[in-house]
């Protein structure tokens, strides 16, 4: 949830909250040494597809996207996941959308 208006008058404050909605979500396999992405890992995407369940329309949550990072470590494939939120270009501020990219550090 994203506050996206507020209204403050007589004590009492009025918050205006938007869901932000999933428009993407993108993997980038981590290389330790550098820290930086590499083009493609040694897993295929659609292993660790089948662990989410945050998709592309469906409104975003950080309990979820921690479930699906717990779902991805339970493969034993990784040695870091972590989920990156970013505010998707044809964001909003009535309809607020979100690009995400799962992060990904596979095990020797």
């Known amino acids: ?12 404050v009025d918050l205006t909250v938007g869901e932000a909605t999933v428009d ?12 930086s992405p590499k083009p493609q890992g040694a897993t295929k995407p659609q292993v660790i597809m089948r662990h989410l369940t945050t998709q592309p329309g469906r409104t975003y949550s ?3 996207a921690k479930q699906d990072i717990d779902s ?16 998707a270009e044809d964001s909003t501020e009535q309809h607020p959308k979100v690009d995400l990219t799962v992060n990904l550090v596979e095990r020797k």
């Open 1 to 12: 949830m994203q506050v996206v208006d507020f209204n403050f008058e007589s004590g009492v």
């Open 24 to 35: 993407s979500v993108d993997l980038a396999f981590i290389d330790p040494k550098t820290n």
């Open 62 to 64: 950080l309990r979820q």
């Open 72 to 87: 991805i470590y339970s493969t034993g494939l990784f040695e870091d996941v972590n989920i990156v939120p970013k505010e």
